[in-house]
């Protein structure tokens, strides 16, 4: 069977390889995978391009919060059905308007500004490693991305740069015997994981200083619960 090494590689193929080294191989290597959708990929593709909408409306075309946001819920309502129960394309909707009762588009951190004037909202990179690929040596291999949204904000004097994330999840970490969320549980759960290094890193190697990752979880719930 022919094998290629991947000519260019992203944070989920950075996932895979420290998932299941094998697995990577086949998936990866000698393209092997099944190709099938996973619901939860389904949902959370959804969820970001109507977050992606939502934003770019808002900060690009003036509209209010209440417009911006009828257009991203329209989008789920109106797009390619999860098949999931769970997951499905009303309850994305519900949890997607509660998403911008907690972070108002006006307040908290704003996107920052491109060279061109638009914001840096589903912002994609392509950076050459300077690595030569094992298998083609004339060619480098390449990093692809996209940053879901890189945000800033003044605190105490001074000026905060992040890249936000936003996570669809079935639920959150809660302290025992209490309904708050275990934040220390949540923030380890993130804390190395190599796609979040890959933005940070992507960051810093277009010319812009990050200070963090901030990941916000989306729960998909029966029920609203803030997380």
Known sequence: ?????????SSSILEDLHGCQLAWYRKHCQKLDMGEKSHHLIAGALIASALEITRK??????SSQED??????????????????RKSNENLEYVFRQYFRKFPLHTGWQPCKLENGNSAIE?????????????IPERNIIITGKLDFL?????????????IDDKTTGGSSKIPGTDNVDLDN???DYENRGQFLCYVWA??????????TVVRRIPILTKFEPA
């Open 151 to 163: 945000g800033e904000k003044v605190i105490n004097n001074h000026l905060y740069r992040v890249v």
């Open 203 to 212: 960051a810093r190697k277009l010319g812009i200083k990050v200070d963090l």
């Open 123 to 135: 912002y994609k990179f392509r950076i050459d490693t300077g690595i030569a690929h094992p298998d």
């Open 68 to 85: 911006s946001v009828e257009k991203g819920a329209e989008f789920l309502l109106e797009a390619e059905d999860t098949g999931d129960s």
């Open 1 to 9: 069977m022919r094998t290629l090494f991947p000519l260019y590689f």
């Open 186 to 188: 949540e923030k380890e």
């Open 57 to 62: 409306e808002f900060y690009e075309n003036n």
